[in-house]
């Protein structure tokens, strides 16, 4: 088992910024990838960035050049940077990961962001 812990989220005003965090309880090895998604109310999850254990990423399009996905392998952290955050952006935020020897997939609790016009 694994658990995905998410923090970070909150309110913030359009154009703004925020840093979301998600901590894995055993080395981060183990998931390989992981990612963020986003659900908003009335839609379905959606992926927003997407790495790799050897450092590749990929995001969706509607947050391609204001988000940054990294991870800090010594901390067993993903990090979620979000910059010129606009009111569509508000969403739960979920942290996934993908068990490296079973497949198995992983998601956090989630946290809220919402962006105010």
């Known amino acids: 088992q694994v658990q995905l812990v998410e923090s970070g989220g909150g309110l913030v005003q359009a154009g703004g910024s925020l840093r979301l965090s998600c901590a894995t309880s055993?080395?981060?090895?183990?998931?390989?990838?992981m990612a963020w998604y986003r659900q908003a109310p009335g839609k379905q999850r959606e992926l927003v960035a997407r790495?790799?254990?050897?450092?590749?990423?990929d995001y969706g399009d509607s947050v391609k050049g204001r988000f940054t996905i990294s991870r800090d392998n010594a901390k067993n952290t993903v990090y979620l940077q979000m910059n010129s955050l606009k009111p569509e952006d508000t969403a739960v935020y979920y942290c996934?990961?993908?068990?490296?020897?079973?497949?198995?997939?992983?998601w956090g609790q989630g946290t809220q962001v919402t962006v105010s016009s």
């Open positions: 790495i790799t254990s050897g450092g590749s990423t």
């Open positions: 055993r080395s981060i090895f183990t998931l390989n990838p």
């Open positions: 996934y990961g993908v068990d490296t020897v079973n497949r198995r997939n992983y």
